[in-house]
C-alpha cells in the first residue's frame, strides 16, 4: 500500500514563504512523476508543479520563478519552496504520485496554504 504524507502548510502573509514537503511510503515499482497540484476555493484543481526521477520539472506559468520543486529520489520525497506568495496561490496544495509506468496514481490527503494580504 502506497501512501503519501504532505506537510508544511500553513498561514502566511502575502510577500512570504512556505516549503511543502511529500514524502511517499510503501512498494513503488518505478516513480513516473511526483508533484503537485493545488485546488483554491469555487476553483478546479490545476497543475503546480511535476518532477521525474530524472530531474525534468513542469511547472506552471502562475508559479514560474516563484516556486521550485525538487527531489530526493533516495527518500521517494517531493518539495515544493514557494517564495513571494500571493493571496492568489491560497489553496489546498496536494500531493500526487504516478507509477508503474504511469498505471497507478496516490493522492495525498491535501495541505492547506493560506496566503493574507
Known amino acids: 500500500q502506497v501512501q503519501l504524507v504532505e506537510s508544511g502548510g500553513g498561514l502566511v502573509q502575502a510577500g512570504g514563504s512556505l516549503r511543502l514537503s511529500c514524502a511517499a511510503s510503501?512498494?513503488?515499482?518505478?516513480?513516473?512523476?511526483m508533484g503537485w497540484y493545488r485546488q483554491a476555493p469555487g476553483k478546479q484543481r490545476e497543475l503546480v508543479a511535476t518532477i521525474t526521477p530524472g530531474g525534468s520539472t513542469n511547472v506552471a506559468d502562475s508559479v514560474k520563478g516563484r516556486f521550485t520543486i525538487s527531489g530526493d529520489t533516495t527518500k521517494n520525497t517531493v518539495y515544493l519552496q514557494m517564495s513571494s506568495l500571493k493571496p492568489e496561490d491560497t489553496a489546498v496544495y496536494y500531493c500526487?504520485?504516478?507509477?508503474?509506468?504511469?498505471?497507478?496514481?496516490?493522492w495525498g490527503q491535501g495541505t492547506l496554504v493560506t496566503v493574507s494580504s
Open positions: 510503501g512498494s513503488i515499482f518505478r516513480i513516473n512523476t
Open positions: 500526487n504520485l504516478r507509477y508503474n509506468r504511469g498505471y497507478l496514481e496516490v
